[in-house]
């Protein structure tokens, strides 16, 4: 099992009173699986990834990430297994505006003080069928451009788990059909594990199972 979260809640003070966003939030993700979190808006799918990420700190329960459990972590241990272990792609791609599609590929691979970092970049801007425009900024790339860079980057360092949330939300339909066959295909490549948020019931449906998400409960698949 690679991820276990258990009992997840997130309270937020919104307007002088609580809002609780996520309320008791169950769900076991199993190695290689390809797991999809559906539901409307408002409930809750991109505060789940992002404290499934760490990215934030739930108000209880707790999450088991590849053996460690991350609620309680210092802020150094936990941006350690975020660099180590997980890949994170954004619906608004977060790419580094000041560095080229290499570079930005490269970025984690830096910070990890690995070797062949631009080797290991250009392979991967390969795979995702950039590797003509290693030398371009995000600004002289197209949207689908720029999430196939961010996909690079958050595979850079083979993470067991690769979050994904909403990852076709900027883009056209046709796009956004690409990006997912890539996306799904290299996960397959590379033998992580996908969890994937999206409020498209098409792409939902590609996924080995799909989650269902309201009002901050799992009402299905979890």
Known sequence: MILQVRDLVMRLRSGGRDVTILDGVSLDVTARETVAV???????????????????????????????????????????????????VFQSYHLIPTLT??????????????PRRLERARELLDAVGLVDRADHYPSQLSGGEQQRVAIARALALRPPLVLADEPTGNLDSATGAQIIELLLSLNREHGSTLVLVTHDEALAGRGQRVVALRDGRVVAGG
Request: glycine share 14%; charged share 25%; net charge neutral.
């Open 101 to 114: 599609a290499l570079e930005n590929v490269a970025m984690p691979l830096e910070l990890a003080g690995r």
């Open 38 to 88: 559906t539901g409307p808006s408002g409930s809750g799918k991109s505060t789940l990834l992002g404290l499934i990420a760490g990215l934030d700190r739930p108000t209880a329960g707790s999450i088991v990430l590849d053996g460690v459990e991350i609620t309680n972590l210092d802020e150094n241990r936990l941006a350690r297994l975020r660099r180590d272990r997980v890949g994170f």
